[in-house]
Structures are given as structure tokens and as C-alpha cells.
């Protein structure tokens, strides 16, 4: 149900975009099915990156995704995992393919003519987030990150080199995952803030709670990424 709400909430609100993809795993041609959306004086754009189990139709990411493009800030919603990958349960864990796609994406980007020259920022979610800042390592490009409810602690090896600014949102009562992104906050050198949601738990469900994620994450968005002309 909540599947089919994200599907038709997303309809009108971008043009569907298709990144070809190489595996050995299953014969091809191979592609991720994304959603751009951009809006008109766009102020860069932000590539969103699920979490396990999740999907370019993400509820919760869509809804983020229209604070943002309210804000004039373009995104990118993609599914990171083809449908047969995702039926292999350890793929959604393997976070090095995540930031591998994650990094298709954003070459994507980097050159189709509507995004040419806009800054770009990951806005990750559970094991996204830890795909985020994997990719982040690779790409210095990357301008802003934001981590909702995310596993940084699943790449603390890389934490150190990540140079994009970064936000960590947690919810108050997401004791676990707070814990955690303390120890990945600790390991962050860069400008990083950790901000706690009051009253929320992992998956943002209580009243506000997500419209606090969506507010907190346009903020840091609109101080990092600045607009740059794009060919259009």
C-alpha cells in the first residue's frame, strides 16, 4: 500500500531516468530506474540513496525529496539494487555495490546537459547513508551530505577521509542506531553536526517527526549547495 502511494505521489514530479549497469550476475542489459525532478533556478541537486529493502518509491525519501525541490533544490530518486539483485537479501548490506551505483548516479549527473555544473549532495538512509559516505570518499564533487537514521558505522575506515559536511539525524528514541552514529561522529574530520529528533524512533513515523528530518536536511543543503548555471 505504501508502495503504491509513493508510486502515484511521485507521478508529474519528474522525468524517469534509466542508468545502465554492468553485472556479471545476471544477463543483460541491465539499468536502475530513477526519478529526477528538477525545479525552475535549481540550487544544486541531491542524490538520494535507500536504505536496505527500499526503493527509488520510498515514502518517506519522496517526501524529504519534495521539501527539497520545494526549496529549488533539484533530486534524484534511484534504485540502487536491480528487482532480481534485491531478491538476494546479503545485496542489501553489500555496501560497496551500493557505492559503486551510487557513483553511476552521480557521473549521470555529472553529464547529462539539464545537470551539468550543479553541486551535487547525497542524502542517505540506514545502509544508504554508509554508500553515501563510502561514495563521497571517491567523489570530492560531493558538496553536502545527510545521514537519516543511517549506519556511518558500517564504513569507519572511510570516515576519516570524508570531506563533504556532514549531518547525522537520528531519533530520540533510536537509543541503538544513536550509539552509533556517535562512534561514526567521533571518527568524522570534517564540519559534521549530530542532531537528534525528540520523540522519534528509527523509522520517523511520529507526528513532525519526518517534517523535522526534511527541515533539518533543506537547511544543511541550502548552506552547502550553491547554484551554479546548469545547460538547460
Excluded: C
Excluded at 540550487?43 to 527509488?56: D, E, M, P, Q
Excluded at 559503486?100 to 550543479?118: D, Y
Aim: no cysteine.
Amino acid at each position: 500500500m505504501l508502495a503504491m502511494k509513493a508510486k502515484r505521489a511521485t507521478e508529474g514530479l519528474g522525468k524517469l531516468v534509466k542508468i545502465p549497469i554492468e553485472t556479471a550476475l545476471y544477463p543483460g542489459p541491465n539499468f536502475l530506474e530513477g526519478i529526477l525532478g528538477l525545479p525552475q533556478k535549481t540550487k544544486g541537486i541531491v542524490l538520494f540513496a535507500h536504505g536496505s529493502g527500499s526503493s527509488r518509491l520510498s515514502p518517506r525519501n519522496n517526501f524529504v525529496a519534495g521539501v527539497l525541490r520545494e526549496a529549488g533544490i533539484g533530486t534524484l530518486l534511484f534504485d540502487l539494487l536491480t528487482e532480481e539483485e534485491d531478491l538476494d537479501y546479503s545485496n542489501r548490506f553489500d555496501i560497496d555495490l551500493l557505492a559503486e551505483r551510487l557513483l553511476l548516479a552521480t557521473k549521470l549527473v555529472e553529464n547529462q546537459p539539464e545537470t551539468r555544473g550543479l553541486q551535487i549532495g547525497y542524502f542517505g538512509a540506514s545502509t544508504g547513508a554508509a554508500a553515501a559516505l563510502q561514495a563521497a570518499v571517491e567523489i570530492p564533487s560531493i558538496f553536502a551530505i545527510v545521514s537519516r537514521g543511517g549506519r556511518p558505522d558500517l564504513v569507519m575506515p572511510y570516515l576519516p577521509k570524508v570531506k563533504s559536511p556532514t549531518l547525522l539525524v537520528v531519533g530520540e528514541y533510536d537509543e541503538v542506531v544513536i550509539e552509533l552514529n556517535q562512534r561514526a561522529y567521533e571518527e568524522l574530520k570534517t564540519e559534521k553536526e549530530l542532531a537528534i529528533v525528540p520523540r522519534a524512533t528509527h523509522l520517523f513515523e511520529e507526528p513532525g517527526a519526518l517534517e523535522e528530518v526534511a527541515s533539518l536536511a533543506t537547511d544543511w543543503f541550502l548552506r552547502h549547495l550553491k547554484a551554479k548555471a546548469a545547460v538547460r
